[in-house]
T-cell receptor
Framework: GIQVEQSPPDLILQEGANSTLRCNFS?????LQWFHQNPWGQLINLFY???GTKQNGRLSATTVATERYSLLYISSSQTTDSGVYFC???????????FGKGTRLHILP | NAGVTQTPKFRVLKTGQSMTLLCAQD?????MYWYRQDPGMGLRLIHY???????AKGEVPDGYNVSRLKKQNFLLGLESAAPSQTSVYFC?????????????FGPGTRLLVL
């Protein structure tokens, strides 16, 4: 089946640093989302980005569907950015959703 | 709007007991999903529904059943709970607008099976 791999698995940064999170997928998809799961377990939508680039404040995302990867950029990190970042893809043929295992981000004050 | 709500928030079961988790959404979404999340893992799809009266199996459907009798509700049933079903369960819903199917998640239900 389709594989979704995220890297790095863990990332520890000082407040103010920038970071790039990567999501690779093994098959063509028509839908990719990035989520943030905060330390209380809540899942928050960040981007719906099947292709192209989007920006929202300090966060931006780029998906290159032809090369089967997506990147999430976080600039000027804040402690509230801590948590787990997931990418999730939707398969073309049957609407099933596959999540990656996430990148755990720790922002130190 | 309340968005996506889940009932209950936390439950403890003994092995062999049954229970039903309720997911409700007030956004008139067509699609609804049930996931489980285990430590160190991403979310894994249990079952999903693309419309009222329809359901389909996800990645890990064994031991669970679902029903979507009303558009706004999606029920997840455990007929005979097992310790392996100890997990956090998330429900999500999404709409389709020009092909976009952004998912919105509920707060989760923590289930402990002893």
């Amino acid at each position: 089946g389709i594989q979704v791999e995220q890297s790095p698995p863990d990332l520890i940064l000082q407040e103010g640093a920038n970071s790039t999170l990567r999501c690779n997928f093994s098959d063509s998809v028509n839908n990719l989302q990035w989520f943030h799961q905060n330390p209380w377990g809540q899942l928050i939508n960040l981007f719906y980005i099947p292709s192209g680039t989007k920006q929202n404040g300090r966060l931006s995302a780029t998906t290159v569907a032809t090369e089967r990867y997506s990147l999430l950029y976080i600039s000027s990190s804040q402690t509230t950015d801590s948590g787990v970042y997931f990418c999730a893809i939707r398969m073309n043929r049957d609407d099933k959703i596959i999540f990656g295992k996430g990148t755990r981000l720790h922002i130190l004050p | 709007n309340a968005g996506v709500t889940q009932t209950p928030k936390f439950r403890v079961l003994k092995t062999g007991q049954s229970m039903t988790l309720l997911c409700a959404q007030d956004m008139n979404h067509e699609y609804m999903y049930w996931y489980r999340q285990d430590p160190g893992m991403g979310l894994r799809l249990i079952h999903y529904s693309v419309g009222e009266g329809t359901t389909a199996k996800g990645e890990v459907p064994d031991g669970y059943n679902v029903s979507r009798l009303k558009k706004q509700n999606f029920l997840l049933g455990l007929e005979s709970a097992a310790p392996s079903q100890t997990s956090v369960y998330f429900c999500a819903s999404s709409y389709r607008r020009g092909g976009e199917k952004t998912q919105y998640f509920g707060p989760g239900t923590r289930l402990l099976v002893l």
